[in-house]
Nanobody, 118 residues
């Protein structure tokens, strides 16, 4: 079992920045790809960014491209740098891991709330 723990959420005004962190309890083949998902109230969960362990592959949703940057500090630590935040970025953000970035993701964190006010 792999535990994922997110941190770094909070409240910020539009245009501000936050950095989310996710730490995995251990590295296995099943954490080769780590990703960030988010879910806003009344909306479906969406994947917004993914990265492989060596950062040699990254992928972004169009809604965050150019504003968010995903990176892996090491095999167990994932970041999401969020700049130019918008009110529509308000959501619960989840870290997830799987052996492949196409999913389905097998490990999930408990989530961290991001709230952006206008």
């Amino acid at each position: 079992q792999v535990l994922l723990v997110e941190s770094g959420g909070g409240s910020v005004q539009a245009g501000g920045s936050l950095r989310l962190s996710c730490v995995a309890s251990r590295y296995t083949y099943s954490t080769y790809c780590m990703a960030w998902f988010r879910q806003a109230p009344g909306k479906e969960r969406e994947m917004i960014a993914a990265a492989t362990v060596l950062n040699d592959y990254t992928d972004y949703a169009d809604s965050v491209k150019g504003r968010f940057t995903i990176s892996r500090l090491n095999v167990n630590t994932l970041y999401l740098q969020m700049n130019s935040l918008k009110p529509e970025d308000t959501a619960m953000y989840y870290c997830a891991a799987h052996e492949g970035c196409s999913g389905p993701y097998s490990h999930w964190g408990q989530g961290t709330q991001v709230t952006v006010s206008s």
